[in-house]
């Protein structure tokens, strides 16, 4: 079993930068990969980026490569989500997720409550 929770969610400017963390309780956190999703009312979940449990791979949506990093501390059970230079179409819940490494929710077994990032233009 895996519980998940996300932080560091607000409002910001267009071009500003925010951090999201994902923090995670359960032995088997460290052996997962991790997903970060984001959701707007209306819309299908979206995939933004992943990475692998060690830390060596990661995969990023062509919408956001180049802006958003994914790295994790498997020391501190957390994975984090370093968006820059943020968009208005940036705006939606961001939610973290842990399963088998993909672009596709369905490969995700734990899912946290998400966070709200809001990008004002």
């Known amino acids: 079993q895996v519980q998940l929770v996300e932080s560091g969610g607000g409002l910001v400017q267009a071009g500003g930068s925010l951090r999201l963390s994902c923090a995670a309780s359960g032995r088997t956190f460290s052996s997962a990969a991790t997903g970060w999703f984001r959701q707007v009312p209306g819309k299908e979940r979206e995939f933004v980026a992943a990475?692998?449990?060690?830390?060596?791979?990661?995969y990023y949506a062509d919408s956001v490569k180049g802006r958003f990093s994914i790295s994790r501390d498997n020391a501190k059970n957390t994975v984090y989500l370093q968006m820059n230079s943020l968009k208005p179409e940036d705006t939606a819940v961001y939610l973290c997720?842990?399963?088998?490494?993909?672009?596709?929710?369905?490969?995700?077994?734990?899912w946290g409550q998400g966070t709200q990032v809001t990008v004002s233009s």
């Open positions: 990475i692998m449990y060690s830390g060596t791979s990661t």
């Open positions: 997720a842990a399963g088998s490494l993909s672009s596709s929710k369905s490969a995700y077994r734990y």
